[in-house]
C-alpha cells in the first residue's frame, strides 16, 4: 500500500506555492514571447514513432517512451516539441510563404537513466520561426530568450551561440566520413576533449585540418577572436558560418544585449535536425541548460513542407531551481483572506467572502472546530502568510 503514494523515478507531484511560482514564471514568458507577435499552438502529448525517429533527428530510441495502439501503431510520448510543431507546420501551412510565429508549452518525456537523477518529464515553453532563413530571425530569437529571462528576474545568465556549419564544413574539407563526423561530433557535444584528441589523431588527417578541429573544442570563445577564425577558415561552408555569427553578434550589440553573449563552436547538439546557430543558456545555481534552441532548415522538410526555420525551448524546471538558488524566487507574496465561521452564521460569511472576492481578494471560508480554539486557526493562518477572519 505504501508503494502507491509514491511516484516512479523521473517525475514529481507539484502543489501550493511551488506550484504558484511555475504558473507565474509560465505566464511571464509567455508574456514576452507574445509580444513578438506567436500565435499559441497545442500539439499531442503522444505522436506516431516516425515523428521522432532516427531520420529526423531527435533522440535515441532507447530513450524514448514507446506504446502500441489497438491497431498496432508504434506511439511514443513526445520527447521534443520541434518535430511536432513541424509536422504541423506542414499539414496546415504547407502553402504559406510568410513567416510563421508558433509558440506552445506543455510537457516532454525522456526516459533517462535512474543513474542520471535528472527528470524524466519536463514542463517547457517554447517558440518557432518558420519560413524566414534571415539572420534577422536568429536575432530575434536570441532577443525573445533574453527579454524572457530578465522578465522573469534572472540578472546574471549567459546565451552561449555555436554553429554546426563550421564544424560540418572543416569535416567535408578533410573529407571525413559520415561515421567518423558522428564519432568526432558525440565526443565534442559531451567536451570529452581528450577522446576527441586522440581520435582526431588515429584518423591520420593534415595537420591543419587537426589544429582546426581541435580549436572547436575551446569553449567560450570572445567574440572578437571571431575574425580571425574567418581569416583562418579555407572553405566555404565554415567561412560563410563565421560571418553569420558575427553579422548576429553585430545585431545583438547594437540591441543592447551584447554582454549576454558568448560563443562555443564546441556545441554540436544531439539533435542532428540543427543546421546553422545553436544557442543554449546558462546561469548559476543549475548545472544544466535553462534554455535550448538553434536553427534547423530542413527539418521540416522531412514532412512535405521546403522551410528554414529557427526556435528553442525554456526549460521551466531549471529556471525555477536557478531563481530559487540565487535567491531570486518568484514566489507569490500575496496571501489569503481565511473566514472562519460557524454553522449559524454561514450566511453572513459566505457574503462576506463574495464581497472580498469581487474585489480580486483571494478569501477561503473554513468551518471553526471548538476542540482547536482560536489560537489554532491564527497560527495556521499567520504561518502561510495569510489573514484570518473570525465571524
Known sequence: MISLLHTPDGVRDLYGEELKEKQKLKQSINQTISLYGYESIDTPA????????KDIGTIPSKDLYKFFDKEGNTLVLRPDFTPSVARCAAKYFAEETLPLRFCYEGNTYINTSELQGKLKETTQIGFELINDPSIYADA???????????????????????????????????????????????????????????????????????EKLEAISKVYLPADELQNLLNDATNIRSRNAISRLIALYKLLKEAGYDKYITFDLSMLSKYHYYTGIIFTAYTYGVGNAIVKGGRYDQLIEKFGKKAPSVGCVFQIDEILTALRRTGLSTRSQEGKTVIVYNVENYDKAFNQASELRNEGKRTELVLFNAELGREFYEKKALEAGNTCMFI
Not at 46 to 53: N, T
Not at 151 to 158: C, D, I, S, V, Y
Open 140 to 210: 530575434e530569437s536570441l532577443i525573445i530568450v533574453i527579454e524572457s529571462l530578465l522578465n522573469a528576474g534572472l540578472k546574471e545568465f549567459q546565451v552561449s551561440i555555436g554553429e554546426s556549419n563550421y564544424f560540418k564544413g572543416i569535416c567535408e574539407e578533410a573529407k571525413i566520413d559520415e561515421e567518423t563526423e558522428m564519432k568526432l561530433r558525440d565526443f565534442i557535444t559531451t567536451k570529452n576533449f581528450y577522446a576527441s584528441k586522440n581520435f582526431l589523431k588515429e584518423q591520420n588527417l593534415d595537420n591543419s585540418f587537426l
Open 46 to 53: 503522444f505522436e506516431f514513432f516516425d515523428v521522432f525517429s
